[in-house]
């Protein structure tokens, strides 16, 4: 009898569940219905994008309704963003009309610096971007993390006058407190230090973390925070960029961020495979310009006014011409990806890419397997893991679409590649923080350093030679006898790849 009453009632709790759940289930039914109506007709995706969403909220009500939470939401960015792209042109206003001659010396009225192909390329960069052109710039390369943040540490201890950064990822960890010690003790010695991070990418920090170094004069700003900062919906409309300027004169871009992973100390990852510049000379002014925007939008408490010892004049040097090339969400369209586009579209020898995401929209897949049937030289590095699964295989399906175009594609095998780079022809190349994915091209904010220079150009392919004999090749065979597990998400990637 006890055991008869003891299934009763478990039986009627388990009622009372399904009960529960029913009624949360119908609940998320009518968000998604409400979700489905926004995406159609309020936020403006393209139709791969809009299918996509429609078909997981839809489809599979309760993954896509979280999946919606943290990385659908676009309706409010034209809302969000208004302000920023009137505080934007105020300020570029007023630097451009202080700094008429920097932009004159970027003219591109003379044929000696670029080829006529390339000045075209620099035309629709300064129209769509307003990235002026400098000249007088001297590069480092760095393709390993210790040798860069060596360096970049070396620049903040020798510092003068102010010191700028704004990064995506900052972690506490070996890499990240010594970032921190160094900038706190140049804090200390009367030197104006900001440090721009991202609310998502450094939610993980502790509350505490940056106490000293705000109390020796240090400023620290987030860029979209969370009042709950580990949960952060807000997975769109990231500052991926990874920028330090000092003293208005050297500029660092590149992929890495602040953590021991980007040196290679984490086992999981084994060495990582990454790629920056150190630029001395004008370009650091048009970096300097991008870090005001975005340090106005995410501390307007704290707002930097347009002053003359922000823009220091750098001796003339002949150097290598440089734009500073920035897209995001407040951009109608991506000069980035344009950017990418635009190199593709000229390069008759040679097109070199390496990205750890690879998730190109119709426009780069048909700019690359066009380039490949012209009789370009196309190739793409990959990692041989993933960090994001999905994701990752994802990439491997539109890998395999360009294959039969005769673009060769590769898995670096040496640890992680992390490098967002494209070089053509041994005579422009790109490095920056942008993937050649949709969220790099749409959602986030990013910023790439476009250089135009055989030397540069040279010193990034060798690189890219050097990688290719620690890879394997993606062929065909290699991807159809890969498990059936594999295959399944390569196919489920490749559908939901508008979303990632």
């Given at each position: 009898m006890l055991v008869y009453a003891y299934h009763v009632i478990e039986a009627e709790r388990m009622i009372e569940w399904l009960m529960i759940w029913d009624t949360v289930l119908l609940f998320i039914i009518v968000l998604n219905i409400g979700f489905v109506i926004s995406v159609m007709f309020f936020e403006r995706k393209n139709p791969s994008a809009t299918l996509a969403w429609v078909m997981a909220l839809l489809l599979l009500?309760?993954?896509?309704?979280?999946?919606?939470?943290?990385?659908?939401?676009?309706?409010?960015?034209?809302?969000?963003?208004?302000?920023?792209?009137?505080?934007?042109?105020?300020?570029?206003?007023?630097?451009?009309?202080?700094?008429?001659?920097?932009?004159?010396?970027?003219?591109?009225?003379?044929?000696?610096?670029?080829?006529?192909?390339?000045?075209?390329?620099?035309?629709?960069l300064l129209e769509n971007n307003d990235a002026i052109l400098t000249l007088n710039n001297h590069v480092?390369?760095?393709?390993?993390?210790?040798?860069?943040?060596?360096?970049?540490?070396?620049?903040?201890?020798?510092?003068?006058?102010?010191?700028?950064?704004?990064?995506?990822?900052?972690?506490?960890?070996?890499?990240?407190?010594?970032?921190?010690?160094?900038?706190?003790?140049?804090?200390?010695?009367?030197?104006?230090?900001?440090?721009?991070?991202?609310?998502?990418?450094?939610?993980?920090?502790?509350?505490?973390?940056f106490d000293e170094f705000k109390a020796v004069g240090g400023k620290v700003a987030f860029f979209f925070p969370s009042f709950l900062r580990i949960l952060n919906l807000r997975y769109n409309y990231r500052n991926h960029r990874k920028i330090a300027i000092i003293d208005g004169k050297t500029c660092y871009i590149g992929g890495f961020n602040i953590g021991d992973d980007y040196l290679g100390l984490?086992?999981?990852?084994?060495?990582?495979?990454?790629?920056?510049?150190?630029?001395?000379?004008?370009?650091?002014?048009?970096?300097?310009?991008?870090?005001?925007l975005d340090w106005n939008y995410a501390a307007p408490d704290e707002h930097l006014d347009y002053d003359d010892r922000y823009f220091p004049d750098t001796p003339m040097i002949e150097g290598i011409p440089i734009q500073i090339v920035s897209g995001g969400p407040d951009t109608e369209f991506n000069p980035v990806k344009e950017s990418y586009l635009k190199m593709i579209s000229i390069a008759t020898e040679t097109v070199y890419l390496q990205t750890p995401y690879f998730i190109p929209d119709e426009s780069v897949l048909d700019a690359l397997r066009i380039?490949?049937?012209?009789?370009?030289?196309?190739?793409?590095?990959?990692?041989?893991?993933?960090?994001?699964?999905?994701?990752?295989?994802?990439?491997?399906?539109?890998?395999?679409?360009?294959?039969?175009?005769?673009?060769?594609?590769?898995?670096?095998?040496?640890?992680?590649l992390h490098?967002?780079?494209?070089?053509?022809?041994?005579?422009?190349?790109?490095?920056?923080?942008?993937n050649w994915d949709v969220r790099s091209f749409r959602l986030n904010f990013e910023t790439n350093a476009v250089m135009y220079h055989p030397e540069v150009a040279k010193t990034l392919k060798e690189r890219f030679l050097c990688d290719l004999e620690v890879c394997t090749p993606i062929t065909s065979g290699r991807l159809d006898s890969l498990p059936w597990s594999r295959r399944i998400l390569m196919s489920i990637g490749r559908l939901f790849s508008p979303m990632l």
């Open positions: 009500p309760v993954a896509g309704f979280i999946l919606y939470l943290f990385l659908g939401q676009t309706y409010r960015k034209d809302r969000m963003f208004c302000i920023k792209k009137e505080e934007d042109q105020k300020l570029r206003e007023i630097i451009e009309s202080e700094k008429e001659e920097l932009k004159k010396e970027g003219a591109m009225t003379r044929a000696d610096h670029t080829s006529t192909k390339l000045r075209r390329m620099v035309c629709m480092n390369v760095f393709a390993d993390g210790n040798e860069k943040f060596d360096a970049l540490i070396e620049d903040i201890e020798g510092a003068t006058l102010f010191i700028h950064l704004e990064y995506y990822i900052w972690k506490n960890d070996g890499i990240g407190n010594r970032m921190k010690k160094a900038l706190t003790e140049r804090a200390r010695a009367g030197l104006e230090v900001r440090l721009l991070c991202d609310g998502l990418g450094c939610a993980g920090l502790p509350g505490d973390f984490y086992e999981k990852w084994g060495y990582w495979r990454d790629t920056a510049v150190r630029i001395y000379g004008n370009a650091a002014l048009t970096a300097q310009i991008r870090f005001f380039a490949a049937l012209s009789g370009t030289d196309v190739r793409i590095m990959m990692p041989d893991r993933p960090d994001h699964p999905f994701v990752y295989w994802a990439g491997m399906s539109y890998v395999k679409q360009l294959l039969d175009s005769g673009v060769k594609a590769y898995t670096y095998d040496n640890g992680f490098a967002k780079t494209i070089v053509i022809d041994e005579i422009a190349a790109s490095v920056g923080s942008a």
